[in-house]
């Protein structure tokens, strides 16, 4: 079994930047995959950021936003550049082990002036 736990959410200004981290624990060992999807206020879940072999983003956070990993902590982490209003969502932490998928509980980004 695998938890998921973000942190590092809260209300920024457009423009500006923030940096989410989700923790993986459990008994878990080598991670797959693992990545971020959000949730804008009345839309569905969509994909942000993933990281397993290779990284790939969605076209409206690339050159904006960056994923990262730290394998020995089996953490995650998406450096969010250049904040607009539109990435207003829950952030969900997203990883594959052993072929299930996990979700953290999300945290909250608020882009308002």
């Known amino acids: 079994q695998v938890q998921l736990v973000e942190s590092g959410g809260g209300l920024v200004q457009p423009g500006g930047s923030l940096r989410l981290s989700c923790a993986a624990s459990g008994s878990v060992f080598d991670i797959s995959v693992m990545g971020w999807y959000r949730q804008p206020p009345g839309k569905q879940r969509e994909l942000v950021a993933i990281?397993?072999?290779?990284?790939a983003y969605a076209d409206y956070v690339k050159g904006r936003f960056t994923i990262s990993r730290d394998n020995a902590k089996n953490t995650v982490f998406l450096q969010m550049n250049s904040l607009k209003p539109e990435d207003t969502a829950i952030y969900y932490c997203y990883a594959i082990y052993l072929r299930t998928n996990y979700w953290g509980q999300g945290t909250q980004v608020t882009v308002s002036s």
């Open positions: 990281s397993g072999g290779s990284t």
